[in-house]
């Protein structure tokens, strides 16, 4: 609420008389509250006025004489939580963001007994329903086809066309791999042994924060293959000083199927991608 004088009426007695003489009596009227002014903006008490707006269970915004400082509180607050009750005297002309918003007119000084009534029932409301909406802002970037979700999906897209390149590069190696096992075995005097390894961030990522919204059937795929990717590394770094088991494993473990699963890893790679691709389509149909 305001600090100092906003009309010839207004004087800061008399905002400090409406705090302490009618707001500030009628909070503190309901026992689980306890009424505090919020304090002029300047230096560190900035961080502590921000501070209040954001975990104070209930924010009350005295918006009469349109004052800059109010709207930039009430701007805060509504950015971060709900549970805000807006109130005016009355003939306050109000901007157009308000116009939809519940608020409260009183005929000052001394607020009649309607004015009370409304007001602590919408406090009791606060206390009773934290979660429910009274900010525009919080409406909009979060819940079901809402500013977050939208860039929540668009993150989520991003996460699958980098996953999805890295099995597309990885399904490259595979083949390096079994190339130079099948040279090895035939010429075993003129191994050869790929350089390059698997790049498991991505699927690391998806192992730790499940950010997808798919069945667990294609998470445990995920798992089986980020182990056998692992295993494989491993045994990559071992080839060339350890030639011929590591050949035989690579034949017989890794290109072929049966260790893990019944699948060759190539197989199983794109029988994954076959399904990242259809959740993103999904995610792309979603409005």
């Not at 008389?17 to 309901?30: A, Q, R, V």
């Not at 309607?114 to 007001?119: A, G, L, V």
């Not at 075993?188 to 991505?202: A, D, E, H, M, Y």
């Amino acid at each position: 609420m305001p600090f100092s004088k906003t009309t010839p009426e207004h004087t800061e007695d008399y905002w400090t008389t409406h705090f302490e003489k009618f707001l500030k009596p009628l909070i503190e009227g309901n026992p689980s509250l306890a009424a505090r002014r919020s304090t002029p903006l300047r230096g560190d008490i900035l961080r502590q006025i921000i501070t209040d707006l954001v975990t104070s269970p209930i924010v009350v915004a005295e918006l009469t004489d349109a004052r800059p400082n109010v709207y930039w509180e009430l701007g805060v607050r509504q950015s971060f939580k709900h549970g805000t009750v807006t109130i005016a005297e009355k003939g306050t002309s109000l901007p157009f963001d308000l116009g939809s918003k519940g608020t409260l007119f009183y005929e000052g000084p001394g607020p009649k007994e309607e004015f009370r009534k409304q007001f602590s029932e919408a406090l009791k409301d606060c206390l009773e329903h934290p979660d429910d909406p009274d900010s525009h802002v919080l409406e909009t970037i979060s819940g079901r086809g809402s500013l977050f979700q939208i860039l929540h999906k668009q993150e989520t897209i991003r996460r699958l066309d980098a996953l999805t390149k890295t099995l597309k590069m990885s399904t490259g190696l595979i083949d390096s791999i079994e190339t130079a096992a099948r040279n090895n075995t035939r010429n075993p005097r003129k191994s050869i042994f790929p350089t390059s390894r698997f790049q498991l961030s991505t699927l690391e990522l998806l192992h730790t924060n499940r950010y997808l919204d798919v069945e667990d059937a294609l998470y445990d795929k995920m798992d089986l293959l980020l182990l056998q990717l692992n295993t494989c590394n491993e045994q990559l770094n071992l080839w060339e000083t350890h030639r011929e088991p590591i050949n035989n494993w690579m034949m017989n473990k890794f290109i072929t199927p049966g260790t893990f699963s019944k699948l060759t890893v190539k197989e199983l790679m794109r029988k994954i991608m076959e399904e990242l691709e259809g959740e993103r389509q999904r995610l792309m149909d979603l409005r």
